[in-house]
Structures are given as structure tokens and as C-alpha cells.
């Protein structure tokens, strides 16, 4: 079967088709940084316009791509939540009413699964059950999974998320919209020993996260190195984003490798755009080998939120005999806000 998979949620417009036999076929993204970058930030009106106006020219090209046509099309899948609502709506409707006219069906698909089960398409991929640490720009999580639809909350932020952190402290240090890639960029200039800065919940025995300490901190640092009516220096600046990138990583990677112990699995999954921090994976492909376990991470181009990963949680829902949310031929919805245990199994 072929699923078309359209994402939708926030500020990147990703289409992409995948066979349940054959795997990925092709897929496309558009990313919005550009537009909201003059605004410091994501602007939920602009983006929703943005979608609509890229949706329909990434389908043809996901098409040619394969070499297919609209009519090799089996299931039609879209992100239905967690979003922002304008976003969401703006590829549900267009996904909806393609299936429509297509006479396929349409299957609503959580965001995050789409992120937990992406790194099944890497080489070499996990086999369940896994612990997942799911982190993103508004998500950090640690989930046990033992297959599709099978899924164990293990502990989650309590507050800020560590993409939030990172994104927040690179505003401190001015360096602009998106700032968690920013961040990392210069934390390879500086020192991550230059300043102490607290691992938030680090010695609780639990696996829930907390950083907004940590932001408080960065801020703290900054007003204290500015105090005199200075400026932060170059060399100030990237210290502080590899000191936060530092103190982020140690805090991931200790609740990671507890939850391993805790649950006594051997297999840890990445998922997520911090997935892509090099120092994040480096740590912890040190500290899992050193156990003899495994880490897995989805392909780089397919951390951040994208099509593939939609288009594959549909197909393996499909291929495992799991029905997905889906809508009726004249309706559908979305869920800005929308909790994962909603559709497990």
C-alpha cells in the first residue's frame, strides 16, 4: 500500500510517500525559518498561510520523486495533533479533501509517534521494545515502547522542554531565530567548563525533567557579566552556550541511561530535533556502549518534524492491523492538544 503523509504542525510543511512493503519512497520539506526569523519567533498566522501555499506543489513533487501518480494512492495520512491549530487545520483540510476526491481513506496520525517510531527507518533500526527519549523544541519525554500503539509514559519535563531551553538561552545570547542550532554552533567554540551551572532534578531517583532552573541561571550569568554597562564578549558567549549545552546533555543523558537500568532494556531510541545535537549523541553512544547496549537516531534529515515520519507511523499502523483515528467522509478534526496515551493500544 502507498500512504501519503503530510506534516503540518507547527513551521516546515513535509510531504512524503512510503510503500508498506518498500519503505520510504520519497519525501520533501519546506522550512519556514526564513519568513519568522524577522519576528524572533514562530507567528502562527503566517505560518498557516505558508502551508497552503506550499502543500499542493510538494505533493507534485513527492510524485514525480516516486514516479507516481495520484491515483497509486492508497491511504492518505496527516498530522492531527499536537500543533499549533491554524497549522494543523491547514494540512488536515487539504489532506481530507485529497482523500476525498481520491475515494482513499484519511487517518489522523499523532505527531509524536511519528517521532517515536522514525527511527525505525535508519539502518540499522531498533527492534521493540525500546526506551525512547523524545526531544523537541516543546517535548521532552522518556517512553517505554514495546510496539506500535504500545506506548509507556517513563517521565516527562515539568516544565520547560530542553528545546525551549536551548532556544531561550540562545535569545539571551542574542544569536538569533532558530536558536537551539545556533547555540550549538558556537558552544564548539567555547569552553563547557567556563561556568557552573545547575543539572536541574539530576540526583532524583525519578525520570522527569526540569530546566527552567537552568534557564533562570543563564540569565543570572548574564545580567551578572553585564552588570557594569558591558557587553558580552565572543569568548563569553560561546562559553555560556557550551556551558547550557553541557549542563542540557548531562541531564538527557543520565535520565536516559536510568530509564535503561529502570526498565532493564538494552535499546535506546533519539528522536526529535535535539536528537540532532552532536555533543547529545556522542554522550550517549559512549555511556550506552559502556552497558552494552544499543542507541539508535533517526537520519539527520528526519530529527526535525517532517512528512516521512507521518506517511511511516500511518503504515505502520496498517501493517500492523491498528486502526488509526480516522475521520468520516464529511468531517474531520484536529487536537492542538492531544496526550499520546490517547492512542495506545
Not at 507516481?68 to 487539504?94: C, K, M, N, R
Not at 539527520?300 to 517532517?306: A, F, K, Q, R, S
Request: aromatic share 6%; glycine share 8%.
Amino acid at each position: 500500500m502507498i500512504v501519503l503523509g503530510f506534516e503540518s504542525s507547527c513551521d516546515e510543511t513535509g510531504v512524503a510517500l512510503v510503500c508498506t512493503e518498500r519503505g520510504l519512497l520519497a519525501h520533501t520539506l519546506h522550512s519556514q525559518v526564513a519568513m519568522h526569523r524577522e519576528y524572533g519567533g514562530v507567528v502562527p498566522e503566517l505560518a498557516s498561510r505558508d502551508h497552503i501555499r506550499r502543500i499542493y506543489p510538494l505533493t507534485q513533487q513527492v510524485l514525480q520523486q516516486a514516479n507516481l501518480e495520484q491515483g497509486d494512492i492508497d491511504v492518505v495520512a496527516y498530522t492531527a495533533g499536537p500543533g499549533l491549530a491554524g497549522a494543523l487545520l491547514a494540512g488536515a483540510s487539504f489532506a481530507c479533501s485529497l482523500a476525498w476526491s481520491l475515494g482513499v481513506p484519511s487517518m489522523a496520525i499523532h505527531h509524536l509517534e511519528g517521532h517515536l517510531l522514525s527511527p525505525l527507518m535508519a539502518t540499522p533500526a531498533p527492534e521493540f521494545p525500546f526506551v525512547a527519549l523524545l526531544v523537541s523544541g516543546g517535548h521532552t519525554q522518556l517512553m517505554r515502547v514495546d510496539g506500535v500503539a504500545q506506548y509507556e509514559l517513563l517521565g516527562e519535563t515539568l516544565d520547560d522542554a530542553a528545546g525551549e531551553a536551548f532556544d531561550k538561552t540562545a535569545t539571551l545570547l542574542g544569536l538569533g531565530y532558530p536558536g537551539g542550532p545556533a547555540l550549538s554552533r558556537m558552544a564548539q567554540q567555547g569552553d563547557s567548563h567556563a561556568y557552573t551551572l545547575p543539572r536541574p532534578m539530576l540526583r532524583n531517583p525519578d525520570l522527569d525533567f526540569s530546566f527552567s532552573g537552568l534557564k533562570t541561571a543563564v540569565l543570572t550569568k548574564v545580567r551578572h557579566l553585564t552588570a557594569q554597562g558591558q557587553t558580552l564578549s565572543e569568548r563569553q558567549r560561546a562559553d555560556l552556550a557550551a556551558s547550557t549545552e553541557a549542563a542540557i546533555v548531562d541531564v538527557l543523558a543520565t535520565k536516559a541511561i536510568r530509564a535503561l537500568d529502570q526498565t532493564g532494556l538494552t535499546q535506546l531510541v533519539v528522536a526529535g530535533g535535539v536528537g540532532a545535537n552532536q555533543r547529545l549523541r556522542a554522550h550517549l553512544q559512549q555511556a550506552v556502549h559502556e552497558r552494552s547496549g544499543k542507541v539508535f537516531f533517526p537520519p539527520i534529515e528526519l530529527c526535525t518534524d517532517n512528512g516521512a515520519m507521518i506517511a511511516f507511523a500511518a503504515a505502520q499502523r496498517i501493517v500492523a492491523g491498528i486502526p488509526a483515528n480516522q475521520d468520516s467522509e464529511s468531517s474531520f478534526t484536529v487536537r492542538p492538544r492531544w496526550e499520546l496515551s490517547d492512542i495506545c493500544v
